[in-house]
């Protein structure tokens, strides 16, 4: 398979996931890791919730800069970093969580009910998730002969700035 295809097939494979393992960061140094549910469009935009009560959400009003794992199953598994950005627009707003609720119910996972909903902590935080870096770790045809990296940069590494 070319790069092409295996890039091709690690962002598809990526769009269809919808959990991920996110971890924040306290600003005194305080980490903590989650499960979220996630949806993302083509462009690799991606959005997830949390409740404003939580220990994640108060870490993101600190420091919004994240860690994050997806799928830890084959064909892939993703790792990247980014910043999490609170939606304030309520148009915005409702369309990730119309996609999130889309993503729940039609997901690998049918008809999942995220954790998120059980939670009595506030009212729901919506992020849009800026990567500065995405990459695929290929867990079928990595082996210690291939001459091809394992990994398959999705959005290559972007300075704060960007």
């Known amino acids: 398979m070319t790069s092409a295809a295996r890039r091709r097939q690690a962002k598809r494979t990526f769009l269809a996931n919808h959990l991920m393992s ?20 083509q462009d690799l935009k991606f959005y997830f919730a949390t409740k404003v009560r939580t220990r994640k959400a108060r870490n993101l009003r600190e ?7 997806a799928g830890l199953e084959p064909p892939f598994s993703f790792q990247g970093e980014g910043r999490a950005i609170l939606i304030s627009a309520a ?3 409702q369309n990730a969580l119309a996609k999130l609720a889309q993503a729940a119910a039609n997901g690998v996972w049918k008809n999942f009910w995220p954790p998120i909903l059980g939670l009595r902590a506030g009212e729901y935080a919506v992020y849009r998730l800026k990567p500065m ?8 045809n990595a082996k210690i002969s291939n001459r091809l990296s394992s990994f398959i940069e999705l959005i290559e590494w972007r300075s704060r700035r960007s």
């Open 91 to 93: 148009a915005e707003r």
């Open 63 to 69: 420091n919004p800069r994240v860690a994050f794992v």
């Open 133 to 140: 870096r995405l990459r695929a770790l290929d867990l079928q």
């Open 22 to 41: 996110i971890a924040t960061c306290s600003k005194k140094g305080r980490p903590h890791a989650a499960v979220v549910l996630y949806a993302a469009d």
